[in-house]
């Protein structure tokens, strides 16, 4: 077999960070190359996850390493070799769309009978695939990025080093894929999507005071992306025929992405999303040996009108209660027994300040 050779992006299950990598195929064997990184997977190991054409993602099925790549050439190449390339996606595609029909159609009639799309949404949540997600989190992220301009990505190395670290102190537990990204923003926010995907405008970083102070706003997002909120706030705004629509083949889903970009911006969370992603984010702290209270400190501050431009809480309701509580909450978690210390270390948040300091990419 003649060696066929690409590019692509290597993600190692861990971390957001993608590191790009030269592919190799040859001889039954896929190599991926890299700064410091070098991997000889044996091509009938490999499976596929679910990814929108002409984008391929692959990687060792007893693994959570993964690389994506838009090669036609090496992704045909790949499917002639490993006859179950696609057998664990395709199968699980199939019937979870089988099972989700059936189960929504019956879910659909009791819920609109019973109680209305808020208790649909909550029951279908669920149900909906994770790789369907990601593909509507993917689309809703350009969405985004359209409504709000087209910010430019902030990615200075050691900026997003640090924050990195935060990503994998506090998001122990979600999805491998969770993605963190920072784009170049005058307002402060921070957004959740689904798949696992949390958009954050930089001055929000500016406007902390301290490292717990974004910290608890980020663990506070990975609280939504844990109960899966965005998914259901697409259900709620849009309506079960647009979910139910994209996922059986609507891959232009136009009203479902423009709603929930709408929706994302928004911030539109129920109270009590509101305070179990607070409660999420307190434990998350504890964990990390954080302030906890943290993000109490920040709300007090909005709610006492000081003129600092931080959309993301002046859109989230319930500010004064909410500090109370996630004071509560604070005070009974336990203390890690080396006592608290800063979520960053002082050199680490000057990075993070500055993520956006370097020469910036769309």
Known sequence: MTALTGAGRYFDGRTTRPVPVSLRLEAGRLEVSGPDLRRDWNGLDLRAEDAR???????????????????????????????????????????????????????????LAAFGVP??????????????????????????????????????????????????????????GLHVSVRRSTTANALTLPGARVIVLSDLIAQAQ???EFAGVLAHEFGHVAARDPTRALIRSSGIAYLLGYLVGDLAGSAVIVALGE?????????????????????????????ASALAILLDRIAADTG??????????????????????????????????????????????AICAAPASR
């Open 53 to 111: 054409p002409p984008l391929m993602r692959v990687g060792p099925a007893d693994t959570p390493e993964r690389v994506e790549f838009s090669d036609e050439a090496l992704a045909a190449a790949l499917e002639a070799l490993c006859p179950d390339l696609h057998a664990g996606a395709a199968t699980e595609g199939i019937t979870l769309k089988v099972t989700l029909w059936s189960m929504a159609a019956g879910i659909a009639l009791l819920g």
């Open 119 to 176: 208790v649909l949404a909550d029951a279908l949540a669920p149900l909906v695939p994770v790789a369907v997600e990601e593909r509507i989190g993917a689309a809703t992220e350009k969405q985004i990025g359209y409504l709000l301009g087209n910010p430019a990505a902030c990615s200075a190395p050691e900026g997003q080093a640090a924050l990195d670290r935060l990503v994998t102190e506090l998001g122990a537990g979600l999805p491998p």
């Open 210 to 212: 301290s490292p717990d």
């Open 263 to 291: 929706t994302a911006l928004s911030a539109g969370y129920s109270r009590e999303a509101e305070r179990a992603a607070d409660a999420y984010s307190v434990a998350a702290m504890t964990r990390a040996g954080g302030d």
């Open 308 to 353: 600092e431009d931080l959309a993301f809480m002046r859109s989230h309701p319930f500010t004064r209660d909410r500090a109370a509580a996630i004071r509560a909450l604070a005070a009974a978690a336990p203390q890690p027994l080396e006592g608290r210390r800063p979520i960053l270390d002082a050199p680490s948040w000057e990075a993070l300040k």
